[in-house]
């Protein structure tokens, strides 16, 4: 295993970022962990959890002290989110869902919005980012939700589906057309709803594969009235919002996949130690040496390349999109095949629900799909190297 501590420690963080990276470590180890089959089985919302992350502040981190919060490094949000998805990947991709609906309000929003909204996350509220309509997944641009401006409010009207932590939120950044612009990509607009908005209702949380403890709801807007200030730049300026955000969330979408993977070759690398077949433990036998070789390569390639994109965003690049699709490509398809080999190398109890590996590539699953599917990123990072 020392390749992958030597991977670990060669991430630069600050001395104020590994205290906070400890206590994460501590509490996903010590609480979230052992509570993760258990919600698993029944589904439940883990408040729990969520309220012991935000016991430690940890919004916080990726928001500017200007508006309450204590910034740190991209990577060391990053190490939390791997950290937390490896004990939960339900509660991993909880957490990780702030950020990735809050973000396009840092980096987009104006100084009254921020400083409105802001320190309602730092103080722990959760949000969404809202995007999917039954009828436009993977094509996002193909919405019907419909932004209306009446005087200082704007009425939103339409439905979305799939919404992470949608049935809990207290912020949603929420993706629209703008009903006064008629082409199709230039009306797309983006504002911050409140989850409390008169006219918004979830119609159905799903019962899911993985990520069962995750809340995955459809919601239905019917008149809802948002302040025209909440609206994030100008009319039409969505596609660019949701195309610069997805960039930064796809890292964070990585690294829950690695944290995923990670637990499960641990699982897989303790099990062949200790389980014998024909008189020898299992990582004796070269087949299983040879699976391992590439379970091991492979993961150690996809965490080094985390941290260079880490580094990327932390040194201020702003042209990272193939990188961010590279990542979240590979990260999630060795999630996949890491997490079912580790049940292959568990043999039959693999297959059963007392080891943590079965869950794990249920979990694993949903990473190829979201955030842009595996295929639609293959094409984006193929196009990348059409010369014009
Ligand atoms: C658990 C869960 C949580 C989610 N959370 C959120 C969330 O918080 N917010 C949000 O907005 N959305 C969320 N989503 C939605 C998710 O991002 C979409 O499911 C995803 O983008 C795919 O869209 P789709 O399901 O409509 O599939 P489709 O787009 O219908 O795709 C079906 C198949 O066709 C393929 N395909 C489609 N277009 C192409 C193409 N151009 N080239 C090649 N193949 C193509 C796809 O790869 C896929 O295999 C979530 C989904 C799930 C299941």
């Known amino acids: 295993m020392k390749v ?33 089959a258990a919600i698993d089985r029944s589904g439940e919302f883990p408040w729990d959890n969520v309220n012991a992350i935000n016991m430690l502040g940890l919004n916080a981190m990726f928001i500017p002290e200007a508006y309450g919060g204590a910034q740190m490094s991209y990577a060391a949000y990053l190490e939390c989110v791997r950290l937390i998805s490896r004990a939960c990947a339900s509660t991993g991709v909880i957490w990780a869902t702030n950020f990735h609906a809050m973000k396009p309000l840092i980096d987009f929003g104006n100084e009254e919005q921020k400083s409105r909204l802001l320190p309602l996350l730092v103080e722990g509220a959760l949000a969404s980012l809202v995007i999917t309509e039954p009828t436009a997944g993977s094509d996002a641009t193909g919405m019907k939700t419909t932004f209306h401006p009446d005087g ?31 082409d199709d990509k230039a009306a797309i607009s983006a504002l911050v709803m409140a989850g409390d908005t008169p006219g918004l209702s979830v119609l159905r949380e799903e019962d899911k594969m ?27 300026e969505g596609l660019k919002i949701l195309l610069g955000s997805l960039n930064k969330s796809r890292p964070s979408v990585a690294a829950h996949a690695l944290g995923i993977a990670r637990a499960a070759f641990e699982d897989a690398v303790d099990y ?68 079912t080999d580790a049940v292959q190398l568990h043999g039959g109890y693999g297959f059963c629900k007392d080891y943590r590996v079965e869950r794990l590539m249920r979990d694993a699953k949903i990473t190829q799909i979201w955030e842009g599917t595996n295929q639609v990123h293959r094409q984006l990072i193929g196009r990348s190297f059409l010369k014009k």
Request: with cysteine.
């Open 210 to 236: 993985g990520l069962r403890a995750s809340s995955t709801a459809t919601l239905a807007f019917d008149q809802c009235r948002v302040p025209r200030s909440n609206l994030l730049g100008l009319p039409g």
């Open 152 to 182: 200082d409010s704007i009425i939103v009207n339409g439905s979305k589906t799939f919404i992470t932590n949608g049935a809990h939120a207290k912020l949603l950044l929420v993706f629209g057309k703008w009903s006064q612009i008629s």
């Open 272 to 339: 062949i130690n200790e389980r014998k077949q024909s008189g020898r433990k299992i990582v004796e036998f070269q087949g299983i040496q040879f699976m391992l070789a590439d379970m091991a390569s492979e993961l150690a390639q996809c965490e080094a390349f985390l941290w260079y994109v880490a580094r990327m965003v932390d040194a201020g690049a702003n042209d990272f999109g193939v990188e961010s699709s590279m990542l979240k490509m590979r990260a999630s398809d060795i999630a996949m095949r890491i997490t």
């Open 4 to 36: 992958f501590e030597r991977i670990d420690a060669s991430v630069e963080f600050s001395a104020e970022e590994r205290l906070l990276i400890e206590e994460v470590r501590k509490l996903s180890r010590d609480k979230i962990a052992p509570r993760a």
